[in-house]
């Protein structure tokens, strides 16, 4: 396939108000494409691997942006850049996860312009996918990755159906950790879906990570008190510490009871499609002390079940490690 | 080559392009009565370098394009034009941007400062690039333009970083003669620390 320097010919809107970006989001439907810092977005086009009719660039809709603290815990604007957030005083006490995760993402000037719903509604850096290929998530019929000259070191151990493409998304992980809930909106409402709902595998949709309609832009990111201030681990595992996704990363948050854990959210990213929740090992983990000893009782649980590609099998014992290390304390 | 077949073509080419330029215009006035609300117009005003220029952009036109192109600033570098090597790196409201990947319409009601706009009127240069010639920073230089816009910003923010921290800050930008210590080194001069 062709490599292009430019972009392809495409329409571009900028509105200013949200219903105006809602009118045009139901206008265009699957021929428009949402853009916030479109660092996800121009590669798609200058490749010419994705043809859509219009941008829709929500930056200038002031509604979609910031930090505000709501009734139980805090709402962040869709367009809330990760350089906002990893700067942010209340995230960063009450909800540091997040701000590390989102301090992990590409590279900073990445980070400057890219939006918090960007990086969650990412799609899969599958390069058989991204190189244009009609494989079953663009549409077609067969999966590249997925065979026995396959280059797939960096596909799905688990929740694979057809496409064994994982979630590129650090962020995502935090949220599902903290168990955010996504709101999306349309002309006709809005929704609040639970983070773990929010993205889909390719069993529910193989065309799309999320589970956000044509019509419909994910508007804010709402974070419940739940988790504020507990104790949280995050490490990424990456070729490369900058501009790299995740191996695998995991994100955990712990609420204790004195020395002991008395309940915790353990979420994979780089693993499966979604975001992957080890709920093995929560259960195994409450109730313990953050020692060596229980680590070593509960990361073997990290990797039971999974299925591992011809050149992947190293994410079993890395996912194992990450456990071990969130459980030594 | 025929003169008889490229003065044809060339004549085609001209009916061709009239009628789409003619059927272009149709179809805009009429859009202009349904012109969804957000739509971008073509002139549009930009602060570059503190100097505000006119300049005709197409919507889907990145900045890079526009200041190499069509401002004549080509001190800003196209590397890999996919946002990954930081060749293109720009300020925008004192902030580090890739320029590939920034639409110029983006950035209309925002100051861009390129590499161009660091040196003062008499010419003297900014610390950063001079303490970057006094450091041999650069190998073939052609990553220089950005790693000096990133190295900027950087201590715009916080004057005196550890080395550490212009590390970090200076992550986003390539340099395939792998000179990154020697930029660093500049980073520390710059700041007035011994490096």
Known sequence: ?329 | MNPQLSRRRFIKAVIASSAAAASGTGFHSALAQDRPRGAVERLISLNVNGQTRRVDVAPQEMLAHTLRYKLGLSGTKIGCNRGECGACTVLIDGVTNYSCSTLTHGVRTRAVQTVEGLQAADGTLHPVQQAFIDELSPQCGFCTPGQVMSAVALLDENPTPTREEARQAMSGNLCRCGAYDHYLNGVMRASGQNS
């Open chain 1, 1 to 329: 396939m062709a490599s292009f320097d430019v972009m392809p010919d495409v329409q571009l809107y900028q509105p200013a108000e949200l219903d105006d970006a809602l009118n045009l989001a139901e206008r265009f439907g699957d021929s428009g494409w949402l853009v916030g810092g479109g660092q996800d977005t121009y590669g798609w086009l200058k490749d010419r691997a994705k043809n859509p009719q219009a941008m829709i660039e929500l930056n200038g809709i002031d509604a979609l942006s910031g930090i505000s603290e709501t009734d139980d815990g805090i709402e962040i604007g869709a367009t809330t850049t990760l350089r906002e957030i990893i700067r942010d005083e209340r995230i960063n006490r009450d909800y540091s996860l997040l701000a590390q995760a989102a301090g992990r993402v590409a590279s900073p000037q990445i980070r400057n312009v890219g939006t918090l719903a960007g990086n969650l509604v990412q799609d899969a850096r599958c390069w058989y996918y991204r190189r244009g290929l009609a494989c079953y998530r663009a549409g077609g019929n067969i999966c590249y990755a997925d065979g026995p000259e396959s280059m797939n070191r960096e596909h799905a151990v688990f929740g694979a159906s057809r496409c064994v493409a994982v979630s590129p998304s650090d962020t995502a992980t935090a949220l599902v950790a903290l168990e955010a809930r996504m709101i999306a909106e349309s002309t006709s409402g809005r929704r609040s879906i639970a983070a773990e709902d929010f993205f889909v595998g390719p069993d529910t949709h193989i065309t799309q990570m999320t589970s956000l309609k044509d019509d419909e832009i994910l508007v804010a990111v709402r974070i419940p008190s739940k988790w504020a201030g507990k104790r949280f681990y995050f490490e990424k595992v990456a070729d490369r510490d900058v501009w790299d996704f995740a191996l695998v990363s995991v994100a955990v948050a712990m609420s204790m009871d004195g020395d002991t854990i008395a309940d915790s959210r353990f979420v994979c990213g780089g693993v499966a499609c979604t975001p992957h929740r080890l709920t093995n090992v929560e259960k195994a983990a409450r109730g313990k002390a953050l020692s060596e000893e229980s680590a070593e009782a509960v990361a073997g649980l990290a990797s039971a079940g999974a299925k591992p590609l011809n050149y992947n099998h190293f994410k079993l014992p890395l996912m194992e490690n990450l456990v071990r290390r969130a459980m030594r304390g």
